[in-house]
């Protein structure tokens, strides 16, 4: 029998991505054969972001475009766009199956595809991330602090951590197919191991001792991760000269204003920052620093857009992503402004 076959789309973050290749992954293991996006499929899944208001608009146009191009094909959509529109309503679009965030690992059994029963070993398709032999891990899900412009922390569930044994077994699977670098993310990484009792250093150790991935890096590392302990397995690497450790530091800080900062409800000090910052470049010179900083936020005038200025000009931050503020719907920003907020 011909085999079912499937493509996928992903938006957003690199959980998303993370996620999409392990749906990819249990798909090909039930015998379903992946294609490229340019050729016709009998199943197509979109793993959605909502993030933003174009990265919403962006999925209704692709799911549409789907349809009018294939409108046989069985298309379902999982992920962040599926729970905001469970709460906020559904648009029109021919959906023949929504799957939320917290079901994405039962979506082979949603679909109504009849599976392969064979426990053969089957030879899985890369996607274009896996093809550069780079995988991301997925090592955290969920958020608990719901800055008042983000609609993650209502859409991904509370904080939820991968047991450092799994990310490792993991990781040496991902060695077995060639991958040379592996990406650790999560929807905050600063809230990892709250849940299981461990944290990053330790993680860290255990992947440099247990595993022979030529490189490790994080998506986004957030600022209260970055103590002594994590310095010092850093330059442990540098000095043994391995340079396993990749020296790229993505750190979100949203403003260099106070004002700011405290009207997206923010938990990390401006101060606190800034000095977590300059010990990192203090103790690894060589390594990039970067940030993601939001302009245009209510209550921003031009005195707290050149705090911001000044702020990211005298720190130790070589890589900006500036994002224009976008108002969501269901937002404390947005649930403040109705109420009279400014």
């Not at 349809?67 to 309503?89: H, I, T």
């Not at 302990?229 to 340079?243: A, C, G, P, S, V």
């Not at 204003?257 to 606190?272: G, T």
Request: hydrophobic share 35%; aromatic share 10%.
């Amino acid at each position: 029998m011909k085999a079912q076959t499937f493509k996928t789309y992903t938006f957003g973050c690199r959980v998303n991505q993370a996620e999409t290749s392990e749906i990819e992954k249990s798909l090909q293991k039930a015998g379903f054969q992946l294609v490229k996006n340019n050729q016709s499929a009998n199943l197509v899944i979109i793993n959605t972001c909502v993030v933003t208001q174009k990265a919403e608009k962006e999925v209704r146009q692709l799911a549409r475009r789907v349809k009018r191009e294939n409108s046989n094909c069985f298309l379902a959509l999982c992920g962040c766009a599926v729970n905001f529109w469970q709460k906020k309503g559904f648009p029109k679009l021919l959906v023949d199956l929504y799957v939320k965030n917290e079901e994405k690992e039962k979506l082979i059994d949603l679909i109504p595809f009849k599976k392969s029963s064979t426990q053969k070993e089957v030879k899985l398709h890369k996607n274009k991330y896996q093809k550069s032999h780079r995988q991301i891990i997925k090592i955290q899900e969920g958020c608990d602090q719901f800055c008042s412009y983000c609609i993650v922390a209502y859409l991904r569930g509370q904080p939820k951590s991968k047991k450092t044994s799994q990310i490792v077994k993991e990781a040496k699977e991902a060695e077995q197919q060639g991958v040379k670098e592996i990406v650790l993310s999560g929807i905050n990484l600063g809230l990892f191991g709250q849940d299981t009792d461990e944290n990053i250093p330790q993680l860290l150790k255990a992947l440099l001792e247990k595993t022979k991935i030529s490189q490790i890096s994080f998506g986004s590392i957030y600022p209260e991760i970055i103590n002594d302990q994590f310095i010092k397995i850093y330059l442990k690497d540098q000095k043994l000269n391995h340079k396993r450790l990749k020296l790229f530091f993505h750190l979100p800080l949203q403003s260099g204003s106070e004002k700011i900062l405290k009207l997206m409800n923010r938990k990390f000090p401006l101060k606190k920052f800034k000095k977590i910052v300059n010990k990192l470049h203090q103790a690894l010179p060589q390594a990039l620093i970067a940030t993601d900083v939001i302009v245009g936020f209510p209550g921003e005038t031009e005195k707290e857009f050149q705090e911001t200025y000044q702020f990211l000009k005298k720190a130790p931050i070589f890589k900006f992503h500036v994002f224009r503020f976008s108002s969501r719907k269901g937002t404390l920003q947005k649930k403040w402004k109705k109420s009279g907020g400014e």
